[in-house]
């Protein structure tokens, strides 16, 4: 089974009492986890050599990983849902959709780097604006299709009612597909 059919097969839901709370299913046995800091319980697949998980400097010390890699006749990169923060974890251009998508989308590129890709490699975005204003909606897509231009990625644009820090108004989460290693 190729990795992309595997990675299909995980399902991630969020806890309806506590959106911090993720689970993810899959075939295999949950196992539960804590976080480094201890904090945002998550349950997921135990980790085999298949499956490697990432963390970059570039998107600051975080609770959660910034994305997972799985090998098998190509890469499947999937990265964890980015903010617009700064390397402390301070949230940048509060307030402002065309500034915030440029720091998301900054960020996406600089994990991609981290492991051997670059945004040309995305094959999927899912965009989250917090605003029910379709202008909002609109400036968001406008910024995402000029930053990635002539890439061909899988998108969804939706609003939601509120993301992690006050003022953050975008979260992108990006999956890529890379070659084999030293393929």
């Excluded at 299913?25 to 990432?54: D, L, N, Q, Y």
């Excluded at 995305?122 to 990635?148: C, P």
């Amino acid at each position: 089974m190729g990795a992309v059919a595997r990675h299909a097969r995980i399902v991630v839901e969020r806890s309806r009492t506590s959106p911090s709370v993720v689970r993810k299913r899959s075939t295999a046995r949950a196992v539960r986890v804590v976080s480094r800091r201890g904090s945002h319980p998550t349950e997921r697949p135990p980790m085999t050599a298949s499956v490697r998980p990432f963390r970059t400097p570039a998107l600051g010390d975080t609770p959660y990983i910034h994305g997972v890699v799985l090998p098998e006749a190509g890469r499947m990169v999937v990265l964890a849902g980015l903010s617009p923060i700064d390397a402390e974890g301070a949230l940048l251009h509060p307030g402002d959709v065309t500034g915030q998508m440029e720091r998301v989308v900054e960020l996406a590129s600089a994990a991609l780097a981290e492991v051997g890709g670059d945004l040309s490699d995305v094959i999927r975005a899912r965009i989250s604006v917090a605003t029910a204003d379709r202008g909002e909606l609109v400036a968001a897509w406008t910024a995402f299709a000029r930053l990635l231009a002539g890439v061909d990625a899988a998108a969804t644009l939706v609003g939601v009612t509120v993301l992690a820090y006050p003022g953050q108004l975008v979260e992108v989460e990006f999956d890529a597909f890379l070659p084999p290693e030293g393929g």
